[in-house]
């Protein structure tokens, strides 16, 4: 890479670093990498366990079209949680939200997952 560019590129980073940015890549390497590959979640697990997380968030997704949600809050919270979001996540990104604490996010999901679940919509039991 030459000169000129390094330089544009380090200006923009240092731009996108003061407006909060978090790149996923290593820009140290010549070579930029992931820092974190997607593949790491599965480490380790075997394949049983692999399938019911999978088919978890397969259901998750599919109950954002198919129950009512009881607020539209809820409904973005499940939405994120199905995206495969953490509840630290979701919190962060909601923060200026009232009731979006990591342990009000808790609660609401366990909620939908427990009432979709009586109504037969949703039979996953993988968690965080």
Not at 104 to 114: A, G, L, V, W, Y
Request: with cysteine; net charge positive.
């Amino acid at each position: 890479m030459n000169q000129k560019l390094k330089d544009l590129q380090s200006k923009w980073y240092k731009k996108l670093a003061k407006d909060g940015f978090v790149d996923i890549e290593d820009t140290s390497r010549d070579i930029p990498v992931l820092k974190k590959w997607s593949a790491d979640i599965f480490r380790g697990k075997t394949q049983g366990e692999i399938d019911s997380r999978l088919e978890y968030y397969r259901s998750a997704r599919a109950l954002i079209y198919i129950y009512e949600f009881n607020s539209e809050l809820d409904k973005i919270i499940w939405t994120l949680h199905a995206e495969g979001m953490s509840q630290r996540d979701i919190a962060e990104k909601l923060k200026r939200r009232k009731g979006c604490g990591k342990t009000s996010i808790d609660k609401i999901i366990r909620r939908i997952r427990q009432a979709a679940s009586a109504l037969n919509l949703f039979a996953g039991d993988y968690s965080e």
